[in-house]
């Protein structure tokens, strides 16, 4: 008798015996003649008369192909289940595309290097419109240095021209020093001057 090997996941159960069953309704023309007409209905199939079907299926190289083609079908669909948040895709690349993205991957699966290079423009993103926030708040921040840098450079200016008049009065200025002095400092020159007495 032929041993019939079934993936190691595959287990006879209610879920696995009706995807075999809708699996090889439409094949039944095909199974009738793989198996001789051997009396193998699937509606009441069993895992005893499941393994027959395949100990029967491995007598042909027609009925191996079947077999092989319904385990990977399976383990497809098992696949398809379990990838829980993913869908496969299917789309051409250029040979030359195809290259660069295994350079890319190195040893990672292609996948994984795929969907990491799709959120990593999701993350740059991101990260530019919280950069152009924080130069907005530096251009913010630089407007108002600036403003503080010009009230402090007044100050600094009124000091020094408050400064300059006081050393003008103490000097005993001549009147055409006076003269020669611009018009706000003259003025400053003669309320200080006004203070004083």
């Not at 290079?117 to 530019?128: E, M």
């Not at 020094?160 to 005993?172: C, F, G, H, T, V």
């Not at 020093?177 to 003259?186: D, G, H």
Request: hydrophobic residues 35%.
């Amino acid at each position: 008798m032929v041993t019939v090997e079934t993936p190691a996941s595959f287990q006879w159960n209610d879920t696995n015996s009706h995807w075999v069953k809708n699996y090889l309704m439409p094949k039944s023309d095909l199974l009738v003649t793989l198996t001789n007409g051997v009396d193998l209905s699937l509606n009441q199939i069993t895992e005893d008369k499941f393994t027959q079907l395949c100990q029967l299926l491995e007598t042909t190289a027609e009925g191996r192909e079947l077999r092989n083609k319904m385990f990977k079908a399976w383990r497809s669909k098992k696949s398809r289940d379990s990838d829980n948040g993913k869908k496969l895709y299917t789309f051409n690349l250029s040979i030359k595309a195809g290259e660069q993205l295994k350079k890319v991957a190195k040893q990672a699966p292609l996948n994984q290097t795929l969907e990491a290079l799709i959120f990593a423009g999701k993350i740059n993103s991101g990260n530019d419109q919280k950069l152009q926030q924080q130069l907005t708040q530096c251009k913010l921040e630089n407007e108002r240095l600036q403003q503080q840098l010009t009230n402090a450079l007044q100050k600094t200016q009124t000091i020094n021209d408050d400064a300059e008049i006081e050393s003008l009065i103490k000097s005993d200025l001549q009147v055409t020093e006076l003269a020669k002095l611009e018009k706000s400092k003259l003025i400053k020159q003669i309320l200080m001057l006004k203070r004083k007495n």
